[in-house]
Every structure is written in structure tokens, then in C-alpha cells.
């Protein structure tokens, strides 16, 4: 069994990431991941936060950029707060500790990310997800403390431990897709669809390449599939003329 | 219907009554109570970490004594981490919501007492109550900070109003595309792999066919999806020389 991993992108004070890593020890989480701390790494105002929730400081691991934090990760899971157009599964926590706590059993390594403090994330950065967490909140004072977001997953996942298990409990015996596997797809297919021509008018080229991500994230890969989904790109695009 | 006050039993920190504050406001409750703050009352130091939940502060009443703070109320929990040796119901946060929801609809007024950021609550306030939280924790690092254990009571008050929801109640406005509108970008894609020379050898066309399916049979496309992977079809098929 692995555990999920925390993700916290862009965090501004020190003492709200030793709050989290107190709040994800109490609840038996360890890996915390650091993306782009804003104030540098290791900072002394989270450990005097973590009230002894050392290991997890010490332990945490520090990454420039969120596909970077999350490229071995099979599941990840975005936590918002305000709602998203974007067409991808929302989850409330406790059914993301179901879904976290079955793959986790199985071995895949999963994680959650969370948005820096004011801002939340960014949409590229929940492009990278499969599903959305909504926290459901007081719809008049929604904003969630850090460490508070992170301790309502930490404790759902805890508590999962004895409660329903999902119903899309399918047996993976294939090996799932990781995220550096679905940027090499996308990576291949972007570069095709720009030699095609496919990017126009040029200044949609973010949003079009957003909804074309979201579309393939939205379902659990398999490793074999991205390897389908390559042949495919690579079959239909070849003999194609060079781009002028 | 009544929501549950929460009762704070000498709470150190101003900072950590003003969390508490905002935790609960998060989770619609806004019914403080202070037994004997250290600090005294009003605390600046609270105001600056209620982050908004100010309210809630302003309208904090302060007691002498657990007695007095909890005199009107006809259900109470206490919150404790040790176990005690105290022949009381004992519930989890889960269960303890379950009750406060089901006596707070009918009127009855209810109430969660937390003891002090360090000691946690004495047995005399313990007795006091009808009936024990057990937060249930990582048993190494069993300590939650009050806020934390605010918020996970107000959360599980909070989402007990709503019963399960279902991960699939996203509000999907876009329309879902069809059995018809699938077979058109199958028959579509299968076309100009065929034109490609993908299927090789051809008597794994049917096998390589079904897997291609089986990746977009997955999720559930919209019309949307669908018209913007023909779209990738096409451009990537652009140009390709006929098949011989």
C-alpha cells in the first residue's frame, strides 16, 4: 500500500506549510511536495509550526513546477474552491478518499494539489489533474485556510480506511499511465497538430490545447493506451507535408 | 432550526480562537462560546486570524465556567484525544454530527466543548457532557491543533445536511454525445488508420479496433469532445498520400 502524496504549489508562509505537514502527519500522511515554495526551502517559520511533525519537513521533496511535482503520480486529484469550466469529474472529499484509498491499496501512487493561499490554482495547473476536489463550504465565507484544506483530505483519508469502498473498484491489472507519460502524449500530439496547422487563430492555441488535455485526463490511462494513442497519432500524421 | 454552539474551555492563544472562528464560518456555524479565555476578551490577536470572520467574534459570549457556558444547551459532546476512563457514550466526529443535526432540526439546542490547546479537556468538564467526540488519529502523532479539531466537527456538522452526494452530480450543460455521434468518430478514425496502414497484420484489425474503442468507450465524451477529436483526426490525416 502507498499513501498520497501532498502537493503544494506556489506556498507563501512557512508556518502554513509546517501547519500542513502537522495536519497530514495527525492523519498518517508523510510525502509532502513543494512546488515553487515562494519564500525558499527549508524555511524555519514551518518548522516551528509543525508542533514536531519534523520528519515530514525534512523529508519533503522540492520541484519547479507542477508537472515536475506530480510526474510519477498515477492518480492526482486538484483541490478548488471555486468552481471550474473545465469538464472534469468533481469529487467531494470523502468520495476522492474512496477513489485515493483504492488505488492506493493497489500500490499506484496518487496525490493531491492544493493552490497557494490567496490565489488557489492556476488553470494550468488543474488541467493536470484527473478529478477536482470540491470541498463543500459555507457558499458566504468559503475561503479555506491551507493547512485547514489539507486537513479535511488528510482526515477523509484516514477515516476511508474502514469505510465503503468505491464501486469503480475494477481490477488494473494493466500499469497506469503517469503524468510524464500523458506529457509525452500530449507533447507528441501538440507537436503534430501544430505542424498540421491545427492552432488557429494562433492566439487560441492555450485554450484549445487545455480542452484536448482535458479530454484524455478525464479517463484513467493505461500505459498501453497512451502507446495506442502514440501509434494512432503517429499512423495519421505520417507523409504529411512539412509545415510552410 | 438551531445550529450547535461551539464552547471553547480556556483557550490559550487569541490566534487560535480567531482560527476557530474562521473554521467555523466555513462550515455555517457562528455561535462561539469562551470559557474563560488566558487573555482575556476581545483579543486582537483573534481578529487577526479570523480572516473575515469577524462576526462570529463580535457576537463570542465569555463564561466563568463549562457549567455556565453550557447551561442552556440539551445536547453536548465533549471532544477529547485520550481516551477516559468515563462511562459515556463515545462517538466519531461522523457519528457525533449525525445527532447534532438530528437534534438541531428539532429545536433542540446543542453544543461542542474543546478543551485548551495544551491539556485538552479536565475530566470535570468531560462529565459534564452527554457524550464523548473521539477524533480518530495517526496514534504517534495524535495532538490536533484547536482549530484543526474545530474545523473537522464544523465539517462533518456541515456535510451531514446533505447525505451522500453522488461524484457524478456535476452539472453537465454540455450534451453528452450519443451512441450515433461515437460510431461517427470511430468509423471516421478507423478510416484513415486504415488509409494509414495502421492495421498490420490485417488480421488483428478486429482486436487493435475493440482496444481503440475501448479508450474513448470510457469516458463519457461529450458532443463537444467528439467534434474536437474528428477535428484532430482531420488534421492529422491532412495531406497524407493515398494508400497505395
Not at 513543494?34 to 525558499?40: E, Y
Not at 509550526?49 to 510519477?72: H, N, P
Not at 464501486?167 to 501538440?190: C, N, R, Y
Request: net charge neutral; aromatic share 6%; hydrophobic share 45%.
Amino acid at each position: 500500500m502507498t499513501k498520497p502524496a501532498i502537493i503544494l504549489v506556489k506556498p507563501q508562509l512557512g508556518e502554513n506549510i509546517g501547519a500542513c505537514a502537522r495536519a497530514m502527519l495527525n492523519f498518517g500522511l508523510t510525502e509532502l511536495r513543494l512546488v515553487a515554495p515562494r519564500d525558499g526551502w527549508p524555511n524555519p517559520a514551518a518548522e516551528a509550526m509543525a508542533a514536531g511533525a519534523t520528519e515530514v519537513l525534512s523529508d519533503a521533496k522540492v520541484f519547479d513546477s507542477v508537472e515536475a511535482g506530480i510526474a510519477d503520480l498515477h492518480l492526482v486529484f486538484a483541490t478548488t474552491a471555486r468552481s471550474r469550466e473545465m469538464s472534469k469529474p468533481v469529487a467531494s472529499p470523502r468520495e476522492a478518499a474512496v477513489a485515493l484509498r483504492t488505488d492506493s491499496d493497489k500500490g499506484k501512487k496518487c496525490g493531491v494539489i492544493f493552490g497557494a493561499e490567496r490565489s488557489g490554482l492556476d488553470n494550468d495547473a488543474v488541467v493536470l489533474a484527473h478529478s477536482i476536489i470540491h470541498v463543500p463550504v459555507n457558499p458566504s465565507f468559503g475561503s479555506l485556510n491551507l493547512a485547514q484544506a489539507v486537513i479535511l483530505i488528510a482526515y477523509e483519508w484516514f477515516v476511508s480506511a474502514r469505510g465503503a469502498r468505491s464501486s469503480l473498484d475494477q481490477e488494473d491489472k494493466e500499469p497506469v499511465a503517469t503524468t510524464d507519460d500523458m506529457m509525452g502524449l500530449f507533447g507528441h500530439l501538440e507537436e503534430e497538430l501544430h505542424q498540421a496547422g491545427f492552432f488557429y487563430p494562433p492566439e487560441k492555441t492555450e485554450l484549445m490545447t487545455r480542452n484536448i488535455r482535458n479530454i484524455f485526463q478525464r479517463m484513467p490511462l493505461t500505459l498501453q493506451d497512451v502507446r495506442t494513442l502514440r501509434g494512432i497519432i503517429k499512423a495519421l500524421s505520417k507523409g504529411r507535408p512539412p509545415r510552410k
